[in-house]
Structures are given as structure tokens and as C-alpha cells.
């Protein structure tokens, strides 16, 4: 069972990347089939299920696209 929710501001993420890097579960990816409002792919979670709502990922986002929800 999840313990945390993510979500994404998709439109404001320039698919950098380090929200991948720093997610312990590898729960996150880049979505390669969408283009966001700026031109890039953004990251999108994968495997919410198994989301620990450790906050790493939003941590980690230079651009603060991220929130993340714990149960």
C-alpha cells in the first residue's frame, strides 16, 4: 500500500531528470509520448502504489514541481 502521493506540475517541468535519480523505489520516468507547454518530456510516476512519501524527488526538483502527499 502507497504511503505517499505524488504529483506533478507537468507544464513547469523540464525533464531533468534528478527526481528519477534521487527516488529510492524507482518509481519515476520520463514520459517520452507527451511535450509539455515548454517543449519537454516531463517526469511522471510510474508505480504510484509503491510510493514510500520520502519527499526525495521533490527534494531534489530545481523547478519545486513536485508535491508530495503522505497518508
Avoid: W
Avoid at 520520463?30 to 526525495?56: F, H, L, M, R, T
Amino acid at each position: 500500500m502507497a504511503k505517499g502521493r505524488v504529483s506533478f506540475n507537468e507544464d513547469r517541468c523540464k525533464g531533468c531528470g534528478l527526481c528519477i535519480e534521487a527516488c529510492p523505489v524507482n518509481i519515476l520516468a520520463i514520459d517520452k509520448d507527451k511535450i509539455n507547454n515548454k517543449g519537454y518530456n516531463p517526469a511522471v510516476i510510474v508505480e504510484e502504489e509503491k510510493c514510500i512519501g520520502c519527499a526525495s524527488c521533490a527534494t531534489m526538483c530545481p523547478d519545486v514541481v513536485i508535491t508530495v502527499e503522505r497518508d
